[in-house]
């Protein structure tokens, strides 16, 4: 079995701070992993993935999450946040090979940036 | 290029009456998968379906619900008889080939049972 925790429920921060979505997982067997953001009112959006190759991946839009195997950790980080980014940012991992349709979820963590 | 399309976005059900949530996957797609978030949690998976085949139902409740995926026309989660404890968001999600690494998610329908 998998599971997921992310350690904050909620993040408050100021614009332009840096930012720390902490996020760690447990598992048997090798994963993907996935961070996915939900804006207000809205459906779920893939923002990276960890696959393969590099543990170091990056958004389109500044976030950047490394993947830690012997910390078993995926935290997401960006170094000066937007109101915009204001939104609830879910963790979740899946099994590398067979069923890997299955995402496991953490809780969510809801960033609030405030003006 | 529309993305994956649920409908209703709010559906409102009585305890007892019947709620089918739609789901349209992106064109092009064949698979298609349901989660649950209940309030205050994250998703878990429900089924996966293929056109007219069930893959994986090892997340749906083992009464009440069930889905299915049509060779024509959208997937369909149905829910009979429901009851308070099933008001949650459903959302689908749909990929080209199996697996979730190229999946997109739809908005979800919020199921309010009162």
């Not at chain 2, 024509?72 to 308070?84: A, D, K, N, Y």
């Amino acid at each position: 079995a998998q599971s997921v925790t992310q350690l904050d429920s909620q993040v408050p921060v100021f614009e332009e701070a840096p930012v720390e979505l902490r996020c760690n997982y447990s598992s048997s067997v090798s994963v993907y992993l996935f961070w996915y953001v939900q804006y207000p009112n809205q459906g779920l959006q893939l923002l990276l993935k960890y696959l393969s190759g590099s543990t170091l991946v990056e958004s389109i839009n500044g976030f950047e999450a490394e993947f830690n195997k012997s910390q078993t950790s995926f935290h997401l980080r960006k170094p000066s946040v937007h109101i915009s980014d204001t939104a609830e940012y879910f963790c979740a991992v899946s099994n590398s090979g067979g069923s890997n349709y299955k995402l496991t979820f953490g809780k969510g963590t809801l960033l609030t940036v405030n003006p | 290029n529309a993305g994956v399309m649920q409908n209703p976005r709010h559906l409102v059900r009585r305890r007892g009456q019947e709620a089918r949530l739609r789901c349209s996957p992106m064109k092009g797609h064949s698979h298609v998968y349901w989660y649950r978030q209940l309030p205050e949690e994250g998703l878990k998976f429900m089924v996966y379906l293929q056109k007219e085949n069930i893959i994986d139902e090892s997340g749906m409740p083992k009464e009440r619900f069930s889905a299915e995926f049509p060779k024509e026309g959208p997937s369909i989660l149905r829910i009979q008889q429901v009851v308070r404890g099933d008001s949650a968001a459903y959302f689908c999600a749909s990929s080209p080939l199996t697996g979730l690494t190229e999946a997109f998610f739809g908005q979800g329908t919020r199921l309010t049972v009162v």
